[in-house]
């Protein structure tokens, strides 16, 4: 299985894919996006949503996983990084990628065991786990990789409690589906005059 980790943000955007064969994993692309402060935030978007694009095409992942925004004190960071996200999200969704989502105390427990875990000690076991030579530069690229490593364990991963994880993320993603749908049909609709 491929998978795509994002880290999403819109100065910049951390990617990762990685491909997993059982226990094992194989690095197969990661690295960041960057837009520039002085373009214009429409710009940086269709910068980033294209950029996303290609990456996904060449890469070929099966799926794609990205940490849920986190909120922080600045509404304008968390409303421009919802935008990248969303961007983000558009990106895997018209590549047919079913996208999952985690938040950080879930990245935290699935890759060190402890939700509480600092940033270096995250960075430390993706680049154990990976089998990199270092860190990968910058953190924002280190998060997509333990996104990206998180879903694996949730989904393929060995354990009792990695199998319920991924049980409960299937009953919950049926669920969205479902729902979805339902709401889809009020939604989505052109009403003329």
């Known amino acids: 299985m491929r998978i795509l980790g994002i880290d999403p943000g819109y100065a910049l ?17 990661y690295g960041s996006i960057a837009t520039g402060p002085s373009a214009p935030m429409p710009e940086r978007l269709k910068y980033l949503y294209s950029s996303l694009m290609e990456i996904i095409a060449d890469t ?3 799926c794609a996983a990205m940490e849920e925004l986190f909120y922080n004190t600045n509404a304008k960071t968390v ?19 079913e996208v999952a989502e985690y938040t950080p105390l879930q990245i935290k427990q699935a890759l060190v065991g402890y939700g509480r875990a ?18 990968p530069k910058p953190d924002d690229t280190a998060d997509a990789l333990a996104v990206a490593v998180c879903h694996a364990n949730s989904h393929h991963g060995s354990s009792r409690y990695q199998m319920a994880v991924e049980k409960a993320l299937r009953a ?15 939604d989505f609709r052109i009403i003329r005059g």
């Not at 919950?172 to 009020?186: G, L, M």
Request: proline share 1%; with cysteine.
């Open 172 to 186: 919950e993603q049926d669920r969205k589906k479902t729902d979805r749908s339902r709401k889809e049909k009020d």
């Open 79 to 97: 409303i421009n990084v919802g935008q990248a996200r969303g961007v983000a999200v558009l990106a895997c969704v018209n590549s047919g990628l």
């Open 13 to 29: 955007m951390g990617y990762g894919v990685i491909e997993q064969n059982g226990n094992r994993f194989r690095t197969l692309d």
């Open 118 to 135: 600092e940033k270096k000690q995250v960075q430390q076991m993706v680049k154990a786990i990976l089998g990199l030579e270092k860190v």
């Open 60 to 62: 070929e992942p099966d």
